[in-house]
């Protein structure tokens, strides 16, 4: 029993580490770039960082709006989340960041849904409820894998933006 036990944990882990191991789409590199260029993403002693996204194409008719989340750990209990808005003209992607927030996933003390944020994004609840379900979103998708490096390259028509400045920068 000990042992079947042992490999069931086994075969998770290495579910997990595959799973993380998928080529990350370039939707996901290029608002990630953006993520790191602006100074969003928290210091990492690491070499990569594990990710997970959703594009909401339906909550604001005509609108692209990508929430990422940047997972603190394997485990992925906690992390950092982010609103971005795109939008694309002529073969140019902008980025515009627009909200953060760090949170927790747990079965009890939540806020909503099962995620608990630690520090809250901008906005009230309406704003809160929907970043809670954009995560539980994300939760039940992919994870992708990033290094230092996709962060950091040069994007051809990229422009980041984000509410924290006026002008944009472009990659």
């Known amino acids: 029993m000990r042992q079947i036990t042992l490999a069931l944990l086994a075969l998770i882990s290495l579910s997990a580490i595959a799973q993380a191991q998928k080529v990350p789409p370039q939707l996901l590199i290029r608002a990630a770039h953006c993520l790191a260029v602006k100074n969003f993403l928290p210091l990492s002693q690491t070499a990569s960082?594990?990710?997970g996204y959703f594009l909401d194409e339906?909550?604001?008719p005509g609108q692209k709006v990508i929430y990422v989340v940047n997972y603190r750990n394997?485990?992925?209990?906690?992390?950092?989340?982010f609103v971005i808005w795109m939008t694309e003209h002529d073969g140019h992607q902008r980025f515009n960041i627009q909200n953060n927030a760090s949170f927790v996933l747990?079965?009890?003390?939540f806020d909503y849904d099962g995620v608990s944020f630690v520090d809250p994004p901008l906005g009230g609840t309406w704003t809160q409820q929907h970043i809670a379900m954009a995560i539980e979103r994300i939760e039940t998708g992919p994870r992708f894998t990033l290094d230092k490096e996709?962060?950091?390259?040069?994007?051809?028509?990229?422009?980041?933006?984000?509410?924290?400045?006026?002008?944009?920068?472009h990659f």
């Open 49 to 51: 960082r594990t990710f």
């Open 58 to 60: 339906k909550s604001y």
């Open 74 to 81: 394997l485990a992925r209990s906690n992390g950092w989340v």
């Open 106 to 109: 747990a079965k009890h003390n």
């Open 150 to 169: 996709d962060l950091s390259a040069a994007m051809a028509s990229t422009t980041c933006e984000s509410y924290m400045e006026n002008s944009p920068s």
